[in-house]
T-cell receptor, first 116, second 113 residues
Framework: GAGVSQSPSNKVTEKGKDVELRCDPISGHTALYWYRQSLGQGLEFLIYFQGNSAPDKSGLPSDRFSAERTGGSVSTLTIQRTQQEDSAVYLC??????????????FGDGTRLSIL | GNSVTQMEGPVTLSEEAFLTINCTYTATGYPSLFWYVQYPGEGLQLLLKATKADDKGSNKGFEATYRKETTSFHLEKGSVQVSDSAVYFCALSDPYNFNKFYFGSGTKLNVKP
């Protein structure tokens, strides 16, 4: 596609349920990022992938959060046993990830997650 | 650790007014600095960047200068337009892990005709 695509755009679920958020990056982009934006807060870095590998998982808030990327393309962020504090907008971004210079990130529109 | 602090909004200006949105950072080493913008109903997009001290990033009439001595990267525009109404985010990339980014909390700009 032309841009980063995230689905669903909105998700409402009950506390304790598991959720999966999907990100489809720009074709050919090797780097993929997940962020969380809580109400009134900045973007909180969660994890990034270079290809299918995640060199830095330090931003994941707890062991209930996990992410994977397959085929160097689509990524899934999974939150198990959701809690109300997980309510936020989850943003995905991708970049070409080439070389050591900072390539611009292209963001999706996000998934708004609401935990009841 | 690394962090970014930017001025709280919302900032409300009249068209053609001068804009400054303050951004300061804390980082070890020499990070790259960025401004991202999110227009209503759209995703974040890169506005400008600077990769070393004294560099000036510019785009669409916006400018920001990387000031190492004051650890700042303030965003400026000489004459704002209604179409500049958006949320602006200051960010830095970890100098030792350039794929790791830290964002400020965002500043909402409202420009009135």
């Amino acid at each position: 596609g032309a841009g980063v695509s995230q689905s669903p755009s909105n998700k409402v679920t009950e506390k304790g349920k598991d959720v999966e958020l999907r990100c489809d990056p720009i074709s050919g982009h090797t780097a993929l990022y997940w962020y969380r934006q809580s109400l009134g807060q900045g973007l909180e870095f969660l994890i990034y992938f270079q290809g299918n590998s995640a060199p830095d998982k330090s931003g994941l808030p707890s062991d209930r959060f996990s992410a994977e990327r397959t085929g160097g393309s689509v990524s899934t962020l999974t939150i198990q046993r959701t809690q109300q504090e997980d309510s936020a907008v989850y943003l995905c971004a991708s970049s070409s990830g080439q070389g050591r210079s900072n390539q611009p990130q292209h963001f999706g529109d996000g998934t708004r997650l609401s935990i009841l | 650790g690394n962090s970014v602090t930017q001025m709280e909004g919302p900032v409300t200006l009249s068209e053609e007014a001068f804009l400054t949105i303050n951004c300061t950072y804390t980082a070890t080493g020499y990070p790259s600095l960025f401004w991202y913008v999110q227009y209503p109903g759209e995703g974040l997009q890169l506005l400008l960047k600077a990769t070393k001290a004294d560099d000036k990033g510019s785009n669409k009439g916006f400018e920001a200068t990387y000031r190492k001595e004051t650890t700042s990267f303030h965003l400026e525009k000489g004459s704002v337009q209604v179409s500049d109404s958006a949320v602006y985010f200051c960010a830095l990339s970890d100098p030792y892990n350039f794929n790791k980014f830290y964002f400020g909390s965002g500043t909402k700009l409202n420009v009135k005709p």
